[in-house]
Nanobody, 122 residues
Framework: QLVESGGGLVQPGGSLRLSCAAS????????VAWFRQAPGKEREAVLC???????????ESADSVKGRFTISRDNAKNTVFLQMDSPKPEETGVYSC??????????????WGQGTQVTVSS
């Protein structure tokens, strides 16, 4: 399973680090993506990282987070992270991680976490 943590209330301009921990299987052979679902909107991909961390794929709809959000992974800890710097109120939502069937970011997700709420507000 995948378990997200680290969500909460953050002020605009602040920082928050989300974690996605895997258990029951080894994450290091899979790309992992973070998704966001804002209230009343469809879920959208935010960032994706390949299995070796050498490639970070920014989903087209998430261009606005470039330079502010960073995805990384620690395969030794079986964990993927999403560092959110200077988040904006419109980026409030439930953030979920998902494991890709492939080692590269193919978009074929086979396992999802339950999500963690992030609220950006002053």
């Amino acid at each position: 399973q995948l378990v997200e943590s680290g969500g909460g209330l953050v002020q605009p301009g602040g920082s928050l680090r989300l974690s996605c921990a895997a258990s029951g299987f080894t994450l290091d052979q899979h790309a992992v993506a973070w998704f966001r679902q804002a209230p009343g909107k469809e879920r959208e991909a935010v960032l994706c990282i390949s299995s070796n961390g050498g490639t970070t794929n920014y989903a087209e709809s998430a261009d606005s987070v470039k330079g502010r959000f960073t995805i990384s992974r620690d395969n030794a800890k079986n964990t993927v992270f999403l560092q959110m710097d200077s988040p904006k109120p419109e980026e409030t939502g439930v953030y979920s991680c998902a494991a890709d069937e492939n080692h590269y970011c193919s978009g074929y997700m086979f396992l999802w976490g339950q999500g963690t709420q992030v609220t950006v507000s002053s």
